[in-house]
């Protein structure tokens, strides 16, 4: 596969083809060292809707929370049945050199109930589908250099139908505030 | 008259880096990007282009529904916790020129964003919440 230039964050640009089982070290790494995501839902007339939350990841499934959540737009979407679900997680390691690098996630989410820090509580559990992630080395940007976005088609996407590997969602601690 | 509050207007213009552009995929699946941005304090709307830009999935995603959401916010304080931002949805009109005044190297296409719901949180005072819709 020929390399692609990269651009200010390499997105859509020719991505390196892979089907792994699930997230590699590096992005099990990222996904722990980082405070927040921005999640993408979609309302049933087409309008998305974009925000800042926490989340907690167990090694299987993503989960997004909140104070009172169920009266979220986000929650709303996916209790309409738009399951569909987008995360990026990104920061900039520097401005100076510019340095960005993401993990982008997309994935199906259901609502369910999970202990959280603060007992029983609505969370929506993400099953990862597709992942890309760049740059997460950390590497400064330069219009010379080649990076390609890592592209994970996840077992869960892989194996449609197979059964979760958990069943029973428990996390010793609670989301971000 | 602008559709965003002064306090809105001054965060808009605080030079927070980057904001988070959603966009629907043809079978529905949402997407969403890091992009910088920049108010448009003449339209009153939230431009943005970016290097190559017609050849992005979020390009292709507009051409097909304008509908999109953008997010800008940040952390403004650990402890206390403080979390302050905006979130602007609304359409995303296609324009041919002008995204290469938006930064170095840009393509000349871009996205111009006309809100129709803007919700912000944390602009004013820790607890402070605004959700509405405009125009």
Known sequence: MALTTVTAFGHDVSPEEQTRMSFSDEEVAYLRSQRLARIATVASDGQPDVVPVGYEFDGTYLYVGGLDPVKTRKFRNVQAGNTKVALVIDDLVSADPWTPRYLRVYGTAELVDRRGRFGPAPYMRITPTISWSWNLAGSPFTHDREVRPRRTVHQAAAEQGASPVHTTAQHPHGGVP | ?135
């Open chain 2, 1 to 135: 008259m602008s559709v965003f509050t002064d306090e809105e207007r001054r965060y808009l213009l605080s030079g927070v880096a980057l904001g988070r552009l959603a966009t629907v995929g043809a079978d529905g699946t949402p997407h969403v990007v890091p992009t910088s941005y920049r108010y448009n304090q003449r339209h009153d709307t939230i431009d943005i282009g970016g290097h190559d830009f017609a050849a992005r999935k979020k390009y292709r995603d507009v051409l097909r529904n304008a509908k999109v959401a953008f997010v800008i916010d940040d952390i403004a304080s650990v402890n206390p916790w403080r979390a302050r931002g905006i979130e602007i949805r609304g359409e995303a009109e296609v324009l041919d020129s002008g995204g290469a005044e938006l930064g170095p190297g840009f393509a000349p296409q871009m996205f111009r964003i006309t809100p129709k719901r803007i919700v912000s949180w944390g602009l004013e005072e820790q607890m402070s919440f605004k959700a509405r819709s405009v125009h």
